[in-house]
């Protein structure tokens, strides 16, 4: 009988779904092979070609003058946040629920001594236009107030949901900007995702932005990076910045060469992580002891709670999970974070029902192992 658990114990353990986000992917066998041949040159220096190429078809694709190719995500907005916000005691207005204010290391105010101005984040990700206008200081108490230089976006926003931002709202906040001569930034590290579930092109999305940051290794897949854009003024402040944060690279191409092949070849897989998220919250949502907003998913994430009744709190029903091969996110000790991407098949989905039916229920269903 033990041989007997521990062999099934070992099956179970031999397939992988990892759920805890879309920066888990690996690189493909074609981001492999660009890797290996790209064309680089000392991108400090002088430019990488590789490098260079990579950020004419990101301008491009955003409708921006320029992009610059930078090693994270948090990099990407430490550095539009400084360049916008160069006196020191600067503030910008940011959601109270955004990565930039949570997840970034308190990094603007650390490194760049600015001053967050925080306005609540409603449940879609937006922030009410009026608390954010309410929030920009009056110039005229500059003797006892920071001065407000910009104000931040998300989108998606991650914490939300993965919830988009619609045009006609960031054509508002932008108006509101330009009002008070104010910057906007947006956080758009899965504007991809955006794009792919409104049906609107990433240029239109961030035409009211004076800059963006776009992540490569979330939902596009590429191993390493993201890149900003903007004006040619604000990327050649941006490279100077990138270079005192430490990021500037030398033969970076081999990057770019992976993050090229994942903007052509896997934008179009984001339609199908969107359903599979659909299929996987609708059909959590149908077991007993999980609730899940399932109408709500407009992406690639999506939150469940365990209800009370449940046997099983966050943490053991997650070491249940990964006992059969599947890797979730703990939020608190009721909710769990889900995230698909390209990577993640609609069999890795009907198997993770499986197991979710089997540590709730204790019922195999016809897509148990």
């Known amino acids: 009988m033990v041989a007997e658990k521990q062999t099934f114990q070992a099956k179970m353990v031999t397939r992988t779904v990892d759920l805890r986000s879309d920066t888990v992917t690996k690189p493909t066998e074609t981001m492999r092979a660009a890797m290996a041949t790209a064309d680089v040159d000392d991108d400090v220096l002088c430019h990488d070609p590789t490098a260079l190429r990579l950020e004419t078809e990101m301008a491009r694709i955003t409708g921006k003058e320029a992009a610059l190719f930078v090693p ?7 550095i539009s946040v400084l360049v916008h916000c160069d006196i020191r005691g600067s503030e910008v207005v940011l959601g109270n629920n955004s990565h930039i204010h949570i997840y970034e290391n308190g990094g603007i105010s650390t490194i760049g001594g600015v001053h967050p101005r925080t306005v609540k984040n409603n449940e879609d990700g937006t922030m009410d236009i009026d608390l954010i206008e309410a929030a920009i200081r009056d110039p005229r108490w500059a003797l006892v107030f920071p001065i407000t230089r910009l104000i931040c976006l998300e989108n998606t926003h991650a914490n939300s949901g993965g919830k988009c931002l619609s045009v ?10 330009k009002k008070h001569g104010l910057k906007l930034h947006i956080d758009g590290a899965r504007i991809f995702n955006a794009s792919v ?3 609107i092109p990433v240029h239109r999305l961030l035409q009211a932005a004076d800059s963006a940051s776009i992540c490569l290794s979330k939902g596009l897949g590429a191993p390493v990076g993201s890149v900003i854009v903007g004006s040619n003024s604000f990327i050649a402040k941006a490279k100077i910045l990138r270079k005192t944060l430490g990021g500037g690279m030398r ?31 609708e059909g959590l949502n149908k077991i007993k002891g999980i609730r899940v907003d399932a109408a709500s998913v407009e992406t690639n994430i999506f939150y469940f709670d365990i209800e009370e009744s449940s046997k099983h709190t966050a943490e053991s029903l997650s070491k249940y999970l990964q006992q059969r091969g599947i890797l979730v996110m703990l939020e608190d000790p009721s909710r769990v974070r889900i995230v698909l991407h390209h990577q993640i098949s609609e069999s890795d989905v009907q198997y993770t029902l499986s197991c979710f039916q089997q540590a709730l229920t204790g019922v195999l269903d016809q897509n148990g192992i």
């Open 72 to 78: 994270s995500g948090t990099m990407g907005n430490l």
């Open 168 to 177: 006609e709202y960031t054509d508002q906040v932008g108006e509101l900007a």
């Open 251 to 281: 033969q970076v191409g081999i990057l770019c060469a992976a993050a090229i092949v994942a903007v052509q070849e896997n934008v179009a897989k984001l339609e199908g992580d969107h359903k599979n998220a659909k299929v996987l919250a």
């Open 197 to 199: 579930a409104l049906g």
